[in-house]
């Protein structure tokens, strides 16, 4: 097979790992490298012509998210986001040293945690409820004003779908003075998006889940909110970021986000849910993980008895790509610390798979997915 040679009779249903490029971002994209390749930031006309499509990717994404264009960043996507909003925020807290999280945050978040904490920072993790929600109400009790630089939370869940109560959070930390850090990167395009009804200090967005190239994402600072730079050694995005600027994924990314919020969410998620019936109905002890408010797009199953590993292996070799859990972990041997955190047992999050998919998904790609199922896990169960 060449190196970039695609089989188009496979049947993508890892959209929360990486959705596919819209056709749309990908136009953005390449009229952007192709007309505005100029460093964003040089002073001669090439430079200028560039710097004026990314302040209209910069307007475009805050007029469809309700923030101010100067209160967006671009970054390279959720990781960075997330370790900007972290580290630049504590940094500016000063004597303020609890830092308030969950038990089911992003492997980024979760890394940066834990070196925090090395550092001195403690850190309060709140538990997640068997549906896989964070409480608001354990949230605000752990959120001293007094000593907590900042609170960071997972909005909706990559493995599971969980869609936790952000807007509670949001208010009353915003009351208290604690700046509130959201990692939103499944959000856009899934669920809604309006920073101007949340008022949340941070939120990190990433552009590959929702259909533009890799390599772009955005850090929604809010005016007023104490951040500090993170990154030294440039003067990019009006001194708040450094590394030359990449003009055409925010244009796609723009491009990319029009698109993703008018999505009919409502119809995803009736897929999901006949997809879900359908397997109740055809594998017995099929378990349905989390619940509660979720993405639309997103299931998280397991089958009595079978391993995911070798279930996902056969799935590949019948042109079905679904992910065993979180793709940034994947390769790993230790259940997910999420599904852990939820109360199942070690066995069960072994068992998880995750299928997740879009509106550009084949009307019949999960019934073809619920038919294979059925075939693939009565074979791993008779041996
Ligand atoms: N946060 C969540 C919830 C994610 O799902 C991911 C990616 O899987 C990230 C953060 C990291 O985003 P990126 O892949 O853009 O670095």
Known sequence: MG??????????????????????????WMQ????????ANSLHAEGKAAGRVLEEARERIAALTGGAAGEWIFTSGGTESIHAALYGCVSARGARRRIVS?????????????????RGFEVVRVGLSAEGHWDPDEVLAASDPACTAMVSLIWAHNETGAISD??????????????????????????????????????SVSGHKFGAPKGIGGLFVRRATPWRRWMLGGEQERGRRS????????????????????????????????????????IPGM????????????SLVCFDGVDS???????????????????????????????????????????????????????RALEHLASVLADEVAALRAG
Request: aromatic share 4%; charged share 20%.
């Open 3 to 28: 190196l970039f040679s695609q089989t188009p009779q496979r049947v993508y249903l890892d959209w929360n790992a990486t959705a596919p490029l819209l056709p749309a971002a990908r136009d953005a």
């Open 32 to 39: 952007a490298a192709e007309t505005a390749w100029a460093n």
């Open 102 to 118: 969950s038990q089911g945050e992003h492997a980024s978040t979760r890394a940066i945690l834990d070196d925090l904490q090395s």
């Open 166 to 203: 952000v807007g509670s959070v949001a208010a009353r930390l915003r009351e208290r003075k604690i700046p509130l850090h959201l990692d939103a990167v499944q959000v856009p395009g899934r669920s809604p998006f309006d920073l101007s009804l949340l008022p949340a200090a941070l939120v």
């Open 243 to 282: 590394g030359t600027s990449n003009v055409a994924g925010a244009h796609a990314m723009a491009t990319a986000l029009a698109e993703a919020v008018s999505t009919d969410v409502a119809a995803l998620a009736r897929r999901r849910d006949a997809f879900e019936s359908r397997l109740e109905a055809t």
């Open 287 to 298: 378990v349905r993980i989390g619940g509660g408010l979720r993405l639309p797009q997103t």
């Open 309 to 363: 590993a070798p279930l996902l292996l056969r799935l590949d070799d019948r042109g079905i790509a679904v992910s065993s859990g979180s793709a940034c972990t994947s390769g790993r041997t230790d259940p997910s610390p999420t599904l852990l955190a939820m109360g199942l047992s070690a066995a069960r999050a072994h068992g998880a798979l995750r299928v997740s998919f879009g509106p550009a998904t084949a009307p």
